[in-house]
């Protein structure tokens, strides 16, 4: 398989590079370990910050369907000793939660939409860079080139297995608790809760 650009995940990244590389005309080609048929289950959802809203009409992609949830316009910081403080965003900025399994679609149908093809089940094990070429192996043993590849698998990156650039961050080990609800006593639904506790972070 040769393309001009080879994209590995389509996740929100790769296809928003995806779209864009396919919208000025290269050939791509979009490699998605899972299959395209699988969502991840991210049933909390995930926000979308004024700028990725911006991004995403910019790609084409319409922020309407039953993935998208409801808009935040302000958050609520409660302290450890349970005072509270509300801060309303201004005027026209908000937040949006949208289900990611259902966003990840969206931007996948976006992507076939431009023209690029996107493959599922194929699961990336090696990288080998040329002068005038990347080679992709999978774990099928298939082969794929292109003049240029973009690493966008996240934390699973294979390129940071691959280019030994991945080491542990003691910082990064701990854990973050998010809790969506319908409905909750004195919270008002379109507010960001933030729970601090002690000197170092929130939830």
């Known amino acids: ?18 779209i864009r590389l396919a919208q000025m005309g290269y050939q791509v080609d979009v ?7 699988e969502r991840p289950d991210m049933t909390s959802g995930e926000l979308l910050a004024p700028h990725t809203q911006q991004e995403c009409d910019e790609l084409g992609v319409e922020l309407a369907g039953p993935w998208v949830c409801d808009r935040v316009h302000g958050v609520r910081n409660v302290y ?23 966003f ?15 493959h ?3 699961r990336v094990t090696q990288i080998e860079p040329h002068p005038d070429r990347v080679v992709v192996l999978d774990a099928s043993g298939s082969r794929h ?25 003691p910082e990064f080990r701990q854990i973050a608790v998010a809790l ?10 379109d507010t960001w809760d ?4 002690g000197e170092h972070g929130a939830m």
């Open 80 to 102: 450890p000793d349970l005072s509270w403080t509300y801060h309303a965003f201004p005027e026209g900025f908000s937040y949006l939660q949208v289900d990611r399994g259902g």
């Open 180 to 189: 969506f609800f319908a409905s909750f006593p004195d919270v008002r639904l």
């Open 145 to 169: 080139e292109a003049k240029v590849a973009i690493d966008a698998g996240g934390r699973h990156a294979p390129t940071l297995t691959a280019f030994k650039l991945k080491r542990e961050d």
């Open 104 to 118: 990840d679609a969206a931007l996948q149908r976006r992507l076939l939409q431009v023209g690029a093809a996107l």
């Open 1 to 18: 398989m040769t393309a001009d650009v080879i994209v590995i995940g389509a996740g929100p990244a790769g296809c928003a590079a995806g």
């Open 194 to 197: 933030r729970h601090l506790y």
């Open 31 to 37: 490699l998605e370990k899972r299959p395209l048929t």
């Open 120 to 122: 599922g089940e194929v």
